[in-house]
């Protein structure tokens, strides 16, 4: 937290804290961020940037009434994104916050000078949106500070500025669990089970690796099962496709589970018989049968097929979480904790999570577009159900 006021430390233009999750990263980060530009800046701009500004209120913003109040008043102006903060001595600075989802996010931030900039989970900010930050801090004296997790080793940030701290004066601190004095020993041995493969060796170890290989670590021996909940709530997910396959599967979920009992599965283009959207929910009818079918999980680019759905009146529908490294992190966890399984009978669920593969040589954790539709219904249901 205060690497800024030490002789030997005081050199470097920026700090990089990367490492494990749960690691403490974060709170050291704007803390120190805070303290620095608070004893060196009057009357000064900064930037907070998170991936969006609703993360970063998340992550950063809710929390700095406990980790900072008695030492800053801090007043945030939420019509205009941005923070007021009154230190000692009258001192005075205006922290905006920004939010960097996409390539063009670096014309938000073009045009105004800082004083400082910190940069919440930089790697899952675009090249161009950091680069502009970077070269809006032009007041003398200003720094860098960023915080993340660790990507694929082909990242840029990893090859632009991990790899070159010395040379750009980056003082780099690396992060494990056993550096937040207040995660308890239950929680940490938690996260180390939850968490398999390239996520483990990120997330547990804090060690920048490539994704590579299957995607999921799914044994048939623990995750196929011949016993369904005894009792349960059922809902459908989909995957819909018209050249595509389309993949339906219906689960029960009880006794902290779900289970995958019985699927539908129909590739167009192998049996050369594309199906219409009716056809496609008379097989979703036959699929849920007589059961208390709760809600019907479907692909949200899915639109004539949600429809067919509501129109008939059987199903509430619901529109799936398509976020994809959040699900596929999610369904390993599940996978994991052997909160997910599936019956023998669903054949193409099994053949897919023994094919389903990571991208090679790819700077974003990216899955093969191949054997995926099962993979992607069983993702929408364990984002938008299991999850909670």
């Given at each position: 937290?205060?690497?800024?006021?030490?002789?030997?430390?005081?050199?470097?233009?920026?700090?990089?804290?990367?490492?494990?999750?749960?690691?403490?990263?974060?709170?050291?980060?704007v803390?120190?961020?805070?303290?620095?530009?608070?004893?060196?800046?009057?009357?000064?701009?900064?930037?907070?940037?998170?991936?969006?500004?609703?993360?970063?209120?998340?992550?950063?913003?809710?929390?700095?009434?406990?980790?900072l109040?008695?030492?800053?008043?801090?007043?945030?102006?939420?019509?205009?994104?941005?923070?007021?903060?009154?230190?000692?001595?009258?001192?005075?600075?205006?922290?905006?916050?920004f939010?960097?989802?996409?390539?063009?996010?670096?014309?938000?931030?073009?045009?105004?000078?800082?004083?400082?900039?910190?940069?919440?989970?930089?790697?899952?900010?675009?090249?161009?949106?950091?680069?502009?930050?970077?070269?809006?801090?032009?007041?003398?004296?200003s720094?860098?500070?960023?915080?993340?997790?660790?990507?694929?080793?082909?990242?840029?940030f990893?090859?632009?500025?991990v790899?070159?701290?010395?040379?750009?004066?980056?003082?780099?601190?690396h992060f494990?669990?056993?550096?937040?004095?207040?995660?308890?020993?239950?929680?940490?041995?938690?996260?180390?089970?939850?968490?398999?493969?390239?996520?483990?060796?990120?997330?547990?170890?804090?060690?920048?690796?490539?994704?590579e290989?299957?995607?999921?670590?799914?044994d048939?021996?623990?995750?196929?099962?011949?016993?369904?909940?005894?009792?349960?709530?059922?809902?459908?997910?989909?995957?819909?496709?018209?050249?595509?396959?389309?993949?339906?599967?219906?689960?029960?979920?009880?006794e902290?589970?779900?289970?995958?009992?019985?699927?539908?599965?129909?590739?167009?283009?192998?049996?050369?018989?594309?199906?219409?959207?009716?056809?496609?929910?008379?097989?979703?009818?036959?699929?849920?049968?007589?059961?208390?079918?709760?809600?019907?999980?479907?692909?949200?680019?899915?639109?004539?097929?949600?429809?067919?759905?509501?129109r008939?009146?059987?199903?509430?529908?619901?529109?799936?979480?398509?976020?994809?490294?959040?699900?596929i992190?999610?369904v390993a966890?599940?996978?994991?904790?052997?909160?997910?399984?599936?019956?023998?009978?669903?054949?193409?669920?099994?053949?897919?999570?023994?094919?389903?593969?990571?991208?090679?040589?790819?700077?974003?954790?990216?899955?093969v577009?191949?054997?995926?539709?099962?993979?992607?219904?069983?993702?929408?249901?364990?984002?938008?159900?299991?999850?909670?």
């Open positions: 937290m205060t690497w800024w006021n030490r002789p030997r430390l005081k050199e470097n233009d920026a700090i990089l804290c990367d490492g494990a999750v749960r690691s403490g990263k974060t709170m050291c980060m803390t120190g961020f805070f303290l620095w530009s608070m004893a060196s800046f009057d009357g000064k701009v900064f930037a907070l940037c998170g991936k969006t500004i609703a993360s970063l209120r998340r992550n950063v913003v809710i929390h700095l009434q406990s980790w109040g008695g030492i800053l008043d801090i007043t945030e102006q939420r019509s205009d994104n941005r923070l007021v903060v009154r230190g000692p001595g009258g001192k005075k600075n205006v922290y905006y916050l939010g960097g989802q996409d390539e063009s996010s670096y014309m938000l931030i073009q045009g105004i000078t800082l004083a400082g900039a910190l940069l919440d989970e930089v790697v899952l900010m675009p090249r161009s949106f950091v680069e502009q930050t970077c070269a809006r801090c032009s007041v003398e004296g720094r860098l500070w960023f915080n993340c997790n660790p990507g694929s080793p082909e990242h840029w990893y090859r632009e500025w790899q070159k701290c010395r040379e750009k004066k980056v003082l780099r601190l494990t669990m056993a550096d937040n004095p207040a995660l308890p020993d239950g929680v940490r041995k938690r996260y180390e089970r939850m968490y398999t493969g390239h996520f483990y060796r990120r997330y547990v170890l804090g060690q920048w690796c490539g994704a290989g299957l995607v999921y670590d799914f048939p021996k623990r995750h196929v099962t011949h016993r369904a909940p005894e009792a349960g709530r059922y809902y459908i997910s989909v995957d819909y496709g018209t050249q595509n396959p389309f993949s339906a599967g219906l689960w029960c979920v009880g902290g589970k779900g289970v995958r009992l019985r699927e539908y599965y129909h590739n167009g283009r192998l049996t050369g018989t594309m199906l219409t959207d009716e056809e496609y929910y008379r097989a979703v009818e036959e699929l849920a049968g007589d059961l208390p079918v709760e809600q019907v999980i479907v692909d949200p680019s899915a639109a004539s097929f949600i429809a067919v759905i509501r008939h009146g059987r199903f509430r529908v619901r529109k799936a979480k398509n976020d994809v490294l959040p699900g992190r999610l966890s599940l996978l994991q904790q052997g909160r997910l399984q599936v019956m023998p009978e669903c054949r193409d669920a099994i053949r897919e999570f023994s094919l389903y593969r990571w991208q090679e040589d790819e700077s974003r954790d990216v899955p577009k191949e054997n995926d539709h099962a993979m992607d219904d069983i993702r929408y249901f364990c984002m938008s159900v299991l999850r909670r």
